[in-house]
């Protein structure tokens, strides 16, 4: 029998968490039939090195790098005039996108008009502006604009039922398994109902939005959560603490937004957001990322119960999170402490 199987990428923090370079880890491995965008729009910016070059996706999945079938699924919102400027930024870097990168029909549209009110109206909580809220808004209003009546994107379209379950019907007695990879935008604090609300995106960032794309729960397989030793936030709540450590950790870190290049708020990592993180998303597997920029402001520090917990060194610290994590089911073979440029 074929199996359908779907592996997630999810953030645990406030995005930008390096969910990208996981997923062109996993890609590599060459196993995976699609790669599934689950949720969110424009307003997502993945930084991708590939072959040595610097991408910077805001839609399309990683999976197009790999010549993977890449989808947007229909837990999305697609701006098409964003996604068209993509694929050719994608083909003018030498990324075969044809026969790649496919829609799903049921998909809604970012608009001018969302474009629009989300600049005005979006400053309040800071959006990226990039017009996703009214777009949800409108999606469940019932009143929004689907993928399916635009016309420039016809040869794009597909039925994600088709898309899965049509393969996997062709495979029967083929023993060809259906596989994919699922890859989140935004992140466990930004999510319409776990974020700290109105602070928040407007769709649904943990695991359980992968299901909203026509898949089933028991095919979820591994579950990464990405995460970074400390935190880092974009909007317009206050997030940094005072002190210059925090500013710090935002020049070596390179904390600047990948879609509207606005500085990064930072603080010391929250133990019990990643635990709730870790829950939620029923995370198998755990990247920790940036390792290497309190190694540059000699700091170890994080948030466990309200309180801050100073250490002596990275080990002391690496070895308490690891305790923590052992706690939630997480074993040594399943966390990876990660730096920035480093490959995992
Ligand atoms: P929106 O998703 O543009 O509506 O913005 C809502 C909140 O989510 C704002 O605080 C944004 O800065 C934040 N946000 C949206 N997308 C991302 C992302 O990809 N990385 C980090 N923050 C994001
Ligand atoms: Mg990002």
Redesign the pocket.
Known sequence: MPKLTVDVIVDLQ???CGKGKVAHHLCESGTYTHVLRYN?GA???HTIFHRGKKFITHQIPAGVFFGIRSVVGNGCVLDPIQFFNELKTLKEGGVDTKDKVFVAENTHIITEAHRDEDRRE?VR??????G??PAYREKYGRTGVRAADVPELKPYLVNVYDEWYGLFDKAQGKRKNVRILAEG??GFG?DIDWGDYP????SHCTTAGVLLNGLPPQAVGSVWGVAKVYETY??SKKFQPDGDVFNKIADVGEEF?A?TGRRRQTNWMNMQTLERAIRINGVTHIVLNKVDVLRAVKQWALYDKERKVEFKGEKEMKAFITERLNKLGLSEHTIFFSESRERI
Request: aromatic fraction near 8%.
């Open positions: 406030y995005g930008d969110g307003n997502a910016g979006g909580i800071g959006t990226t502006g990039r996703n809220g935008a935004q930004l602070y928040v995106t407007s974009v909007g937004g879609t």
